[in-house]
T-cell receptor, first 114, second 118 residues
Framework: AQSVTQLGSHVSVSEGALVLLRCNYSSSVPPYLFWYVQYPNQGLQLLLKYTSAATLVKGINGFEAEFKKSETSFHLTKPSAHMSDAAEYFCAVSDHGATNKLIFGTGTLLAVQP | DAGVTQSPTHLIKTRGQHVTLRCSPISGHKSVSWYQQVLGQGPQFIFQYYEKEERGRGNFPDRFSARQFPNYSSELNVNALLLGDSALYLC?????????????????FGPGTRLTVL
């Protein structure tokens, strides 16, 4: 069965600093991986997804993630944090069964300090 | 073009009551999924419907049920509410079901319905 683990429930960075949010996956088949962002009192917005094409995936708002099979990781990065990046971030893996249901991690709350 | 819409945005119920949540997918999307997000956790899959048929069900009790209508909108029903049902209920729509080999198909989420059970 697929699963994802997000390391660090809270991450705090200074404005302009590198953002690194960690996600490790477990899957017996090549995974489809996603990063979603959730702003307060809102739904989920897709940042980027990996579907077995290029291992370095670029998303919206300057975010990118690199799929590393050897490390079973799909960490999310952004070179320079902005105040508007403060939100909760979820890593997810797509189920390979009859549905394309998403299996989410527990989330990482990103705080950006001025 | 309108995104996924959900109603109501907030709801307060008492234990034992019944609740119906509604979702309208993006125009052209035939698949609707429901997720429950308890405070401090990631969303948990409840149901997926495609072309009015249930395609998947998560580990939720029979108190939870859903259906999809001919216009692809969907309802989630929860009976005999418990305090633990308090959560944000998210609806997501996508174009096609995974079984036709569109794995990795993106799901688009609505803003959610915040249910509080007292």
């Amino acid at each position: 069965a697929q699963s994802v683990t997000q390391l660090g429930s809270h991450v705090s960075v200074s404005e302009g600093a590198l953002v690194l949010l960690r996600c490790n996956y477990s899957s017996s088949v090549p995974p489809y991986l996603f990063w979603y962002v959730q702003y307060p009192n809102q739904g989920l917005q897709l940042l980027l997804k990996y579907t077995s094409a290029a291992t370095l995936v670029k998303g919206i708002n300057g975010f990118e993630a690199e799929f590393k099979k050897s490390e079973t990781s799909f960490h999310l990065t952004k070179p320079s944090a902005h105040m508007s990046d403060a939100a909760e971030y979820f890593c997810a893996v797509s189920d390979h069964g009859a549905t394309n249901k998403l299996i989410f991690g527990t989330g990482t709350l990103l705080a950006v300090q001025p | 073009d309108a995104g996924v819409t959900q109603s109501p945005t907030h709801l307060i119920k008492t234990r034992g009551q019944h609740v119906t949540l509604r979702c309208s997918p993006i125009s052209g999307h035939k698949s609707v999924s429901w997720y429950q997000q308890v405070l401090g956790q990631g969303p948990q899959f409840i149901f997926q419907y495609y072309e009015k048929e249930e395609r998947g069900r998560g580990n939720f009790p029979d108190r939870f049920s859903a259906r999809q209508f001919p216009n692809y909108s969907s309802e989630l029903n929860v009976n005999a509410l418990l305090l633990g049902d308090s959560a944000l209920y998210l609806c997501a729509s996508s174009l096609e079901e995974a079984s036709i080999r569109k794995l990795g198909n993106e799901q688009f989420f609505g803003p959610g319905t915040r249910l509080t059970v007292l």
